[in-house]
């Protein structure tokens, strides 16, 4: 949970060379807090991996504009999924052929948004899909470089609402739709196939999924030598709990690196980059038992942290002040009106009392991308440590309660 950006200095939870006691008191709580050093020491550690693939970070875990331009200067791509993701890329300075525009529904006015400014590839997930960017293409008098996403038919060791490769998924095509389109061609002379797509899942907790669905693809493209570039997608996993058993990145490396041979390679890591370098940083509001339980009542909630709602998740929660009192199993509890609003049961806290702050740690990925206005709650702003370590800036304001009607109309 602790790294070399999180961690303690002596009492006070700190990020990189700043105290969270410092951010708090002027910023306020609930707070996103990241840490560039970090995110980007998971980047080029994944690098390091897998030194020849071309990095494309998942904007999807965490699209701040802030991350996406550090990454960007470190050298990455973007993977998007939708038109506006596209937009923050380019917002981000990504220069447009190191984006790759993903995702299984895409609209008309996305796909030539994309086609306009020339993003460098477009992963297709069906055949009626890649016959409209056929013809968009031509309308737009362009050509579209395109991988084909394949749907191997694996099933992950992986939460099953994040495991996307098996048969009964909506993503991707089986191998005889996408021999199909590769042995028709012709029949969109305005799409380039050049690559194959696989993602099986996200928090992959084994390597054999992976290898398997790889082992599957070098398979089906033997016969297309058009087919030069293989995209993983993404999928390595961090650990959200001490005792989290997962494959390391050296081991994912030992295993995919040999299957990549003879490839161009994409990797799209998101949560890899970014969830260890962000935690969730809310105060104590009250306390009180029920029920034979006690709970922690905080002003941060589901609207700010779905994942525990959304996937039963789990994120280590601690005090930002460390104390060493003995700990008791307590229900962490947001103010949202559903009974599903649990940031954390059965967390070993010691006695905490209103006004004391906690932060909820590995929520640097899915947090403030998924949070809502739910109960009208103004969402959280961001705060990022800079790439020294030595000083913090705000990344992203507080919604405020006008924010939260300014683009409605009163028509009575």
Request: aromatic share 6%.
């Amino acid at each position: 949970m602790f790294n070399n950006s999180i961690h303690f200095e002596g009492a006070q939870l700190a990020c990189d060379r700043v105290l969270v006691s410092d951010i708090v008191a002027q910023i306020g709580t609930p707070v996103y807090i990241y840490s560039l050093p970090r995110i980007l020491a998971n980047f080029k550690r994944i690098q390091a991996a897998f030194p020849r693939a071309h990095i494309h970070y998942s904007a999807k875990a965490n699209a701040n504009l802030t991350i996406l331009r550090s990454l960007v200067q470190a050298g990455a791509g973007i993977d998007a999924v939708s038109g506006g993701e596209i937009y923050r890329a380019l917002a981000a300075d990504t220069p447009p052929e190191q984006i790759v525009f993903a995702g299984v529904g895409k609209t008309s006015q996305e796909l030539y948004y994309a086609l306009e400014q020339k993003i460098g590839w477009f992963n297709v997930e069906n055949a009626d899909e890649g016959r409209k960017l056929d013809r968009m293409a031509y309308v737009a008098n362009t050509t579209a470089q395109v991988a084909l996403r394949l749907n191997p038919d694996v099933t992950a060791k992986t939460h099953p609402h994040i495991a996307t490769g098996h048969g009964a998924a909506k993503f991707g095509m089986t191998a005889d739709a996408v021999r199909a389109l590769l042995d028709h061609a012709d029949e969109t002379p305005h799409l380039r196939y050049n690559g194959i797509h696989i993602h099986i899942g996200s928090q992959l907790h084994d390597t054999d999924a992976t290898a398997e669905a790889l082992q599957t693809v070098r398979d089906l493209i033997a016969p297309y030598p058009q087919i030069t570039t293989i995209d993983l997608g993404g999928g390595l996993p961090v650990a959200y709990a001490p005792d989290e058993e997962i494959p390391d990145l050296d081991s994912f490396a030992a295993v995919l690196n040999p299957l990549l041979e003879g490839y161009e390679v994409i990797l799209e890591p998101g949560r890899a980059i970014v969830a260890d370098a962000g935690m969730l940083i809310t105060r104590v509001l009250y306390t009180k038992e029920q029920g034979g339980q006690r709970f922690v009542i905080v002003d941060a909630g589901m609207t700010d942290l779905i994942r525990p709602a959304l996937y039963d998740a789990h994120h280590e929660i601690i005090p930002i002040i460390r104390n060493e009192q003995p700990t008791d199993a307590v229900q962490v509890v947001g103010p949202v009106c559903e009974t599903t609003d649990v940031l954390g049961r059965g967390i070993n806290l010691p006695p905490v009392q209103p006004n004391d702050c906690l932060a909820i740690l590995t929520a640097g990925a899915y947090g403030m991308v998924m949070a809502s206005n739910y109960n009208a709650r103004p969402r959280p702003p961001e705060v990022a440590v800079s790439e020294d370590g030595n000083s913090w800036y705000l990344v992203r304001h507080r919604e405020t309660w006008q924010d939260l009607i300014a683009h409605e109309l009163d028509v009575t």
